[in-house]
């Protein structure tokens, strides 16, 4: 839709000199990120760093006291800005999947696109019974969030998001509260994602499938971007000595 | 069962505090639910026990006089039809419609008071807290005596009945405490369904409506049940302003009878039987439904 039409040139997503403060506390200390169509960003760094404060900043969750964001050319923290459009072009995925308990995965689903976007119903049930098989929960159409695990209801959640058809997803340490058993299948769902040109950007703890998937990959430390770069000089030439602790600690 | 766990069956490894597993029972949250569960936990004596004082209590209580516990028995039974067709049904009566108006005017007022909306919220918040924590018998003496006796709708004089007062007088903490427990649903909801319905571009009126009211529906009805009980055992308060209903009949009829001291147990005791045996099977219901729900939601 309307990333076809995004100058391939410009970065889909502008981070310009972000500061955020809850109250006193100073999270983002000047952060700048762009992000290019069909990229894979990772976001690492240690906890409390505002790497979630970042990142829900981009769909305009949270609010910024200075700098900017721009996503396809809006403006996130203009205050005219229509919230609803943006979020329609930026899907999210959360660590703890947030699914609605009283929906079958398949509803989850289908309920944003039928009641935000006002698409026919039964066009939009093809397009979600077809994420749902892209999801590989094939069978699951009918289960409620709690019947499912972690795993899995971590790929509706997946399913869900990109039902409104996003043109960026943002995952925010998606694989965090599952059990290494199934890290594996949601990460796989993401790796899949990427592969077919989806621009993504990601908070990770999850070093290896960092360095397989992303494009570039940013070290925050207490609200401000440490080092950047792509995954082979990241991993194997870190220049600054906290990312060279931090990656000797986590790997 | 028999593996070793460290600080619990086998010395810890730190000497740092060790947090043990729970073993109480299931711990209720803030318990709104604390006279449903008491009514529907009385014990089966208790069934037996309060019919046998009503039966048994004149002869004991004044042995030497002439009037016998069959005597006062006799009356109990007499009146009962009375007490109950034209009294107790009104306290049913009452407690229906003070529920109803209650219920509507409460969930538009719990809804108010989570309104992102100062000019809305404070005035919600305001009146749900003043009606909650007066003395309901106070609101209903300031509904009974400023209501007009009748009003005037074309030309033709109609006279409010006296129950009808009551519902007022009664719905107004109702509509309080239904309040509260609209608003207390909605913010036990927890914060990522917002988020997450917010993320997929839904309004806020959107995501009240579509996602988080129906989440509540369910965790509501425990605690609306319960607010019935507690305003029907409740209903009795209008008997003070001359109101008709169980107690106020149960009067007239001690009176009718001579006013005999020994019949005052058997007549009020029938009573709180009466309200006990109506209200029993609704803390029964309530409870089971809370615990039903509580499985299902994890
Ligand atoms: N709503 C809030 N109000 C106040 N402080 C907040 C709020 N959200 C986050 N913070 C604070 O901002 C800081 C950054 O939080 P953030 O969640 O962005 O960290 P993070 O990098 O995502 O950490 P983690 O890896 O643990 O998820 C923390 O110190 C946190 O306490
Ligand atoms: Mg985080």
């Known amino acids: 839709m309307n990333a076809t039409q995004w100058d391939p040139t410009r970065p889909i997503i502008s981070i310009v000199d972000v500061h955020k403060s809850f109250g006193d506390l100073e999270v983002l200390k000047g952060v700048s990120i762009d992000v290019m169509k069909g990229e894979v960003i990772c976001i690492i760094g240690p906890s409390g760093s505002g790497k979630s404060t970042l990142i829900r900043c981009i769909n305009a969750l949270n609010d910024i006291q200075s700098g900017s964001i721009t996503v396809e050319g809006l403006e996130v923290h203009d205050a005219k800005l229509d919230k609803l459009a943006l979020r329609r072009k930026v899907g999210m995925v959360f660590q703890q999947y947030n699914l609605f308990p009283h929906k079958t995965a398949l509803e989850n689903v289908m309920m944003a696109p039928i009641k935000v976007l006002k698409e026919p119903r039964d066009e939009v049930e093809t397009r979600a019974r077809a994420l749902i098989k892209k999801v590989r929960l094939e069978g699951k159409e009918d289960s409620y969030p709690g019947e499912l695990s972690g795993g899995q209801q971590q790929r509706v959640a997946i399913a869900r998001s990109l039902a409104m058809n996003p043109d960026v997803m943002l995952f925010d340490e998606v694989t965090a509260a599952l059990d290494p058993e199934t890290v594996k299948e949601v990460l796989v769902t993401i790796k899949d994602l990427a592969e077919e040109g989806m621009t993504c950007l990601l908070v990770t703890h999850e070093m290896g499938f960092a360095r397989e998937i992303a494009d570039h990959i940013y070290f925050t430390d207490r609200g401000v971007i440490v080092e950047h770069g792509p995954p082979e000089t990241f991993f194997d030439d870190a220049k600054d000595p906290r990312t060279r602790e931090f990656l000797s600690q986590i790997l | ?298």
Not at chain 2, 10 to 34: C, E, M, Q, S, W
Not at chain 2, 112 to 126: C, D, E, G, T
Not at chain 2, 171 to 184: D, H, K
């Open chain 2, 1 to 298: 069962m028999n593996q070793s766990i460290p600080g619990i069956n086998k010395k810890a490894g730190t000497d740092l505090p060790v947090l043990k597993p729970y073993r109480g029972g299931i711990v209720h949250a803030p318990d709104n639910l604390l006279f449903s569960r008491w009514l529907a936990d009385l014990p089966v004596w208790f069934w037996w026990a309060l019919p046998l004082l009503i039966v048994v209590w004149p002869g004991f209580a004044l042995a030497a006089s002439n009037y016998s516990m069959s005597q006062a028995f006799a009356a109990l039974i007499k009146w009962i039809p009375f007490i109950v067709m034209d009294g107790f049904l009104y306290n049913v009566i009452i407690s229906f419609f003070a529920m109803l108006i209650g219920t509507v005017t409460g969930v538009v007022l719990g809804l108010m008071q989570v309104s992102p909306l100062r000019l809305i919220r404070y005035p919600a918040k305001f009146l749900t807290q003043s009606f909650r924590n007066s003395p309901w018998l106070v609101l209903l003496f300031i509904v009974l005596l400023a209501l007009p006796f009748e009003v005037e709708i074309g030309g033709e004089i109609i006279r409010i009945p006296d129950w009808m007062k009551a519902v007022f007088g009664l719905c107004l903490p109702v509509m309080a405490n239904i309040s509260e427990v609209v608003r207390g649903a909605i913010i036990s909801v927890p914060s990522g369904q917002w988020e997450a319905a917010e993320s997929l571009a839904y309004s806020r009126h959107q995501t009240l409506w579509q996602i988080i009211l129906p989440q509540c529906f369910k965790r509501m009805i425990p605690p609306w049940m319960n607010w019935y009980a507690i305003l029907t055992m409740a209903t009795p308060l209008c008997s003070l302003l001359g109101v008709e209903e169980l107690i106020t009949l149960s009067r007239q009829a001690i009176e009718a009878e001579n006013n005999r001291p020994e019949l005052l147990v058997p007549f009020y005791g029938f009573a709180l039987l009466i309200f006990f045996a109506y209200c029993y099977p609704i803390a029964r219901a309530t409870i089971a439904l809370e615990r039903r729900y509580a499985v299902k939601l994890q």
